[in-house]
């Protein structure tokens, strides 16, 4: 009985390296918050609710990615508008089944605003600045450094 535990609580323990080693991995060459190279081509917008985790985010001008996620109760949309007032619908929706959406888009250099498309929510607060540049420094998940 004593060897059966061993060999099982070697397995386990095999298994946790192999899981902690997987998670560890770092594919992009970067190194963690404002080291990883392609950190400002990818974008992570945290919802809460009525709230977003940063009045401003940066990206870089060309095609990005940008993901939403629920950390609230209740569903939450992402939206962009530019400069001029065009507003563009991400197709960005979350809410407690469907906790993470992303999308791939090509953006200009300039400011734009993010907002949650639910009516009330932008004008209780849930929008944030997008500043998109040739050259910024964010951090891994897109946020100003």
Do not use: K
């Amino acid at each position: 009985m004593t060897r059966r535990r061993s060999t099982a609580l070697r397995a386990t323990m095999l298994g946790a390296a192999v899981v902690v080693a997987a998670c560890g991995s770092d594919t992009d060459g970067g190194g963690g918050p404002g080291t990883s190279e392609s950190a400002a081509d990818a974008l992570t917008v945290i919802a809460t609710d009525i709230a977003f985790d940063a009045a401003t985010y940066e990206l870089s001008a060309g095609t990005g990615e940008i993901t939403l996620v629920q950390r609230g109760q209740i569903p939450h949309t992402l939206a962009l508008e530019d400069a001029d007032g065009n507003e563009l619908d991400l197709g960005l929706a979350v809410n407690s089944e469907r906790t993470e959406a992303t999308t791939t888009i090509e953006l200009e250099s300039g400011t734009y605003v993010l907002w949650c498309t639910i009516p009330g929510h932008r004008d209780l607060g849930q929008e944030a600045t997008l500043a998109v540049s040739t050259s910024s420094a964010t951090d891994a998940a897109g946020r100003a450094s």
